[in-house]
């Protein structure tokens, strides 16, 4: 089994050469393609004289696209996808790749209590999980995490979903349940990163709340809509009976509720058909 190790890196010259020898000294049958996304020091160098072969963006494009560049580049039949900060232990490798010999099409590392995670991280990451779980009906134990290995036809099937920043792992695990592809978890330890985290707490807030709502649409959006549909449907219903005994009449706060249930409901019952014609097989 040939193997792609793809790691997007952007300034992390502290970093890299470190990582590469770590993969190297598993003695796998594998190729190590750095991505390197606009860096400004000299990742690209270092990476190149640890023996990684290096494709390199112009000015940086993010995460995400890192990625599928990587994806578009790597040979192997499975490709093992890992950051570059050293948060992410290559000794965990062999273990991914062992799921998928079992038959296992998409394997993530799931970070365990312990690994280096801000609270407000730790609480949003144990949000989404919960919610994937809701959703696929299948215990989700990191929906976030970046380090995972992947059939490689598989994973490009999804490439035109996935986003240029940082939420390519919640849109991939997403994509593969939706597919019916199999999914696993092994247990990991993230350490702590070397040099300086490119998320910005204010900016990247916004856009993982974001992540919320691409979870249902990517998978089934009917199941978000239609609770709050009901919820709507029930306090029209309650509000109706209220100013129906108190003041005998129909109020216009009523039909307001009605009205946004019923949209609501429709707006989910279209994104479920819409979701569905994006993931027909071609």
Excluded: C
């Amino acid at each position: 089994m040939w193997i792609s190790i793809v790691i997007p890196a952007k300034n992390e010259e502290g970093s890299i050469g470190k990582t590469i020898s770590g993969i190297q000294l598993l003695g796998l049958n594998i190729e190590i393609v750095v991505v390197n996304d606009g860096s400004t020091d000299n990742t690209k160098v270092i990476a190149e004289n640890a023996g990684a072969k290096v494709v390199s963006h112009p000015y940086s494009k993010g995460n995400g696209a890192a990625i599928k560049t990587g994806a578009r580049h790597a040979t192997g039949d499975v490709i093992v996808f890992m950051d570059a900060d050293g948060q992410h232990d290559p000794n965990d490798i062999p273990g991914l790749l062992k799921k998928i010999e079992e038959g296992y099409d998409l394997v993530v590392g799931a970070r365990q209590k312990g690994s280096q995670a801000s609270l407000g991280r730790g609480i949003a990451n144990s949000l989404y999980n919960n919610l994937a779980t809701y959703m696929t009906e299948h215990k989700v134990e990191d929906l976030t995490s970046g380090f995972r290995a992947v059939r490689a036809e598989k994973f490009r099937e999804f490439l035109y979903l996935l986003p240029n920043g940082f939420s390519y792992p919640t849109t991939s695990t997403m994509a593969f349940f939706r597919a019916g592809y199999s999914v696993t978890y092994v247990p990991i330890h993230a350490a702590k990163r070397i040099g300086k985290s490119h998320i910005s707490p204010m900016k990247d807030g916004v856009r993982f709340f974001l992540i919320i709502f691409k979870i249902a649409t990517l998978f089934s959006p009917l199941k978000m809509f239609l609770p709050i549909a009901i919820v709507l449907f029930l306090m029209a219903t309650g509000w109706y009976g209220y100013t129906l005994w108190e003041m005998g009449r129909f109020t216009n706060m009523s039909a307001l509720l009605y009205t946004g249930s019923i949209m609501i409901f429709l707006m989910g019952l279209i994104s479920e058909q819409i979701t569905a014609l994006m993931y027909k097989e071609k």
